[in-house]
């Protein structure tokens, strides 16, 4: 079985967050692996060895579409076990939505042979839309899970768990499918020095919009279908109101909250 781990390289959130030039885009900064996506990785992981223990075969593959330093994050993904990863990068490629994000994914996709599982973070750290699984799913005619609690794969079906405001369902498809996790799933383990050694020799392939039969109109901003209007910086935080307690601090909060509907 191949499973593929779809990855992003996104700024780091412990850095302030800064937009570009043309005041649409957020500026990369220091980026580092979508932290969510580390919840996908660490399934597919122990989705390989539960498969180990039966005598099956399962390889995991990365792939992830970017900057050049983008490797940055298949190099993480190496790390947390995956045995090789695929790079799609182009300047082509900048500026895209999730339409021509899952465009150019499942042109990668396809490229590299197909997955009988494919798995991704239930969003990415700088946009957290959580677009691009659906979308891709549906561009790859997958059956699809999305915001999966946990989740094992036996006889060609992937059974998952998926926790709502109130109750939990219980769903399952039919192989290949794509599953989107969240981080609920597990607890991903950290790389250890064995593993970092190890990442250092697996292989990592870079792909370019012709590799995958994408001509540079199909992905960046002529190939999206949303425009960013206008982006603004977030206001600093005010102070606030302070309540000094003299008796009826609780009597003030509570008006305050209910002039403010928030009651």
């Not at 997958?142 to 109130?166: E, M, N, P, Y």
Request: one cysteine or more.
């Amino acid at each position: 079985m191949k499973i593929l781990v779809l990855v992003k390289y996104v700024p780091d959130a412990q850095f302030p967050r800064q937009l570009t030039g043309d005041g649409h885009t957020l500026a990369r900064g220091e980026s580092i692996l979508s932290e969510l996506d580390e919840y996908a990785l660490e399934a597919a992981v122990r989705i390989r060895e539960t498969a180990a223990g039966d005598n099956a075969t399962v390889s995991v593959t990365a792939l992830t579409m970017g900057p050049a330093d983008a490797t940055n994050a298949l190099r993480k993904a190496l790390q947390f076990g995956a045995d090789e990863a695929y790079h799609l990068t182009d300047e082509a490629l900048a500026g895209s939505d999730a339409a021509a994000t899952s465009r150019a994914l499942a042109a990668a996709y396809r490229h590299i042979g197909g997955a009988d599982l494919v798995l991704c973070g239930m969003a990415s750290t700088d946009g957290e839309t959580s677009l691009v699984p659906a979308q891709l799913a549906e561009r790859l005619a997958l059956a699809q899970i999305t915001f999966a609690d946990s989740l094992d794969v036996a006889d060609g079906v992937v059974r998952a768990t998926r926790h709502g405001t109130t109750d939990a369902e219980s769903l399952e498809a039919p192989l290949p499918a794509l599953v989107s996790v969240t981080d609920q799933a597990n607890d991903p383990r950290y790389p250890n020095f064995k593993a970092i050694m190890a990442a250092k020799k697996k292989p990592v392939s870079t792909l370019s919009l012709s590799d995958v039969g994408l001509a540079p109109d199909a992905v960046g901003v002529a190939g999206s279908w949303t425009r960013v209007v206008e982006a603004t910086e977030r206001p600093a935080r005010t102070a606030g109101i302070v309540l000094t307690d003299e008796g009826d601090a609780g009597i003030r909060l509570v008006d305050f909250l209910a002039e403010r509907r928030l009651l």
